[in-house]
């Protein structure tokens, strides 16, 4: 069975996050984007497991697939048990500072975790709880709880939380997990990386990459996601995930890289973005306070890799980008993204031709236009071809993205001005 699934999300029990990522609107934004399955997030948090134990049952039969669905609607959303931990703690004369998704196939082995976790830290502190735990023994207290758990790396090149980031990470897997590291099967390419640029490790080889929304309110689900064609249940999934099936696993929707926030180097505070020449000029350090800046995702990819851009491994799993639905609405009529008129379209988008998804790869550009607008349609068509600019984002800033030259926006014609890239 073909599915789209995001597995990195939060309930509303973490930091910052909306109050209506609740599992009903989780389910209701789903069908919107055109997800089959969706992770939980945070169930480490006790509110919030027991609230999943109360609306979700086993799918299943007859002793479940290790997914869950609403009790009370006839929902054909899939729920997977997932939740992210950030592990700080001193390796190698450094603080280390891990975000961790754990995958789990059962409540039995969510509840086994959480007993374990909760006499480390205090797990009511937030829905992404904060230990003082090594990467390495949250991974034997997950395999401890049930040897089908899978844990992957989160957004594995920010800078500040990740297995690779220039501030608080690791120079390899080997060197996070040490003998444990055989139990990695994947990583999160996250929003300021894509697949392309891991493929320059030939340490990552064996490696799945998968891609998450990492989302904090219901809009954002989707915004990266993973494409299966397996059995909808948890083995299916972590099966194709732990063997790097690309039969199975087809492929990832991904951010264009530069709009992630920590794409190229920068220091916020001054209003200094770089790419990495040139903040190899400036020694890595912020030209105007004098202080070292935030070495972006880019720059820690090129100094890891070990191959040349473009380097494309055998065994590589294809990818897309895409741009949500919603931002290429606001870009197309230079309206704000929050704005009644992009709701009335995404709105009018979704009711006449199905999820999001299917509008941003397969709705023809007729179809488009007949329920919006032209430049809609044209601004859609120029995302399948990959013609955008982009100003990356840097150091907590998202890039920006803009899909028409300067004019061309509303004016019912477009002129033929070659697009540059920003990619290949």
Not at 243 to 249: R, T
Not at 255 to 262: I, N, R, T, V
Request: with cysteine; charged share 25%; proline share 5%.
């Amino acid at each position: 069975m073909k599915f789209v699934a995001d597995f990195h999300i939060h309930s509303k029990f973490s930091r910052a996050t909306s109050p209506s990522m609740d599992l009903e609107n989780l389910d209701r934004w789903a069908k919107i984007k055109g997800i089959k399955v969706m992770g939980t997030g945070d169930f480490t948090y006790p509110e919030w497991l027991a609230e999943i134990k109360k609306e979700l049952s086993p799918a299943g039969e007859p002793s479940g697939s290790g997914l869950f669905k609403l009790k009370n609607l006839d929902s054909q959303t899939r729920f997977i048990l997932t939740s992210e931990i950030s592990c700080i703690y001193s390796k190698g004369g450094k603080v280390r500072k891990i975000h961790i998704i754990i995958f789990a196939p059962s409540i039995s082995a969510v509840e086994k975790i959480n007993v374990k976790l909760g006499q480390i830290g205090n797990l009511k502190s937030d829905g992404r709880p904060i230990l003082g735990l090594d990467a390495k023994e949250l991974l034997k207290i997950a395999l401890d709880a049930d040897e089908d758990c899978l844990v992957v790396p989160a957004h594995a090149w920010t800078p500040w939380f990740s297995v690779f980031g220039s501030k608080s990470g690791f120079n390899s897997i080997e060197e996070c997990f040490e003998e444990y590291a055989k139990y990695i099967y994947a990583i999160e390419t996250g929003l300021s990386s894509d697949p392309k640029m891991n493929w320059r490790l030939s340490q990552l080889d064996k490696i799945t990459l998968i891609s998450n929304s990492d989302a904090h309110s219901p809009q954002k689900i989707g915004r990266e996601a993973n494409v299966f064609d397996t059995d909808l249940s948890y083995e299916g999934i972590t099966g194709a995930i732990k063997i790097k099936d690309s039969k199975k696993l087809l492929n990832t929707f991904e951010f264009f890289p530069e709009e992630g926030k920590y794409h190229y180097d920068g220091h916020r505070l001054c209003n200094i973005s770089l790419s990495p020449e040139q903040s190899k000029k400036y020694n890595n350090i912020c030209p105007r306070c004098g202080k070292p800046l935030v070495i972006g995702v880019l720059n820690r990819v090129e100094e890891l890799a070990d191959r040349p851009e473009g380097f494309v491994p055998e065994n590589s799993v294809p990818f897309k980008s895409l741009i949500p639905l919603s931002e290429i609405i606001a870009e197309s009529l230079d309206v704000s993204v929050a704005g009644n008129e992009v709701a009335k379209h995404y709105n009018n988008l979704i009711k006449n031709l199905g999820n999001e998804f299917k509008i941003l790869l397969e709705s023809s550009k007729k179809e488009i236009e007949e329920s919006s607008l032209p430049e809609i349609a044209d601004g859609v068509m120029k995302i399948r071809e990959g013609k955008v600019f982009i100003e990356p984002g840097y150091d907590g800033v998202y890039g920006k993205i803009k899909i028409f030259s300067e004019g061309s926006k509303r004016t019912g014609k477009r002129n033929n001005i070659d697009q540059k890239t920003l990619f290949s």
